[in-house]
């Protein structure tokens, strides 16, 4: 069982930046995936990025790329997510998940743990 809790969301002005963290428990995070994904009031769930275990490699949602990084931090049990350039499409609940395996991360498949979410305001 992993529980995953993501902290670091807020209000931010369109340009401003922030960092989401989820903090996951147990000892086999590092055998895990991580996923984030958000969701806008009103739209379904959309991927936003991906990482995979120990030296695997980042995925990320087109209107993401260049902007958003995802990272972690197996020793902390943690996976960031640094959200640059932020604008007002960019605000939405975010939640983390954990998937066992390191393909079709872009789905939410192969997910098995998901957190509650953070919400993220960007105001124009």
């Known amino acids: 069982q992993v529980q995953l809790v993501e902290s670091g969301g807020g209000w931010v002005q369109a340009g401003g930046s922030l960092r989401l963290s989820c903090a996951a428990s147990?000892?086999?995070?590092?055998?895990?995936?991580m996923g984030w994904f958000r969701q806008a009031s009103g739209k379904e769930r959309e991927f936003v990025a991906a990482?995979?275990?120990?030296?695997?490699?980042?995925y990320y949602a087109d209107s993401v790329k260049g902007r958003f990084t995802i990272s972690r931090d197996n020793a902390k049990n943690t996976v960031y997510l640094q959200m640059n350039s932020l604008t007002p499409e960019d605000t939405a609940v975010y939640s983390c998940?954990?998937?066992?395996?390191?393909?079709?991360?872009?789905?939410?498949?192969?997910?098995?743990?998901w957190g509650q979410g953070t919400q993220v305001t960007v105001s124009s």
């Open positions: 147990g000892r086999t995070f590092s055998r895990y995936a």
């Open positions: 990482i995979g275990r120990i030296g695997g490699g980042t």
């Open positions: 998940a954990a998937a066992p395996r390191d393909w079709g991360l872009a789905t939410v498949q192969p997910y098995d743990y």
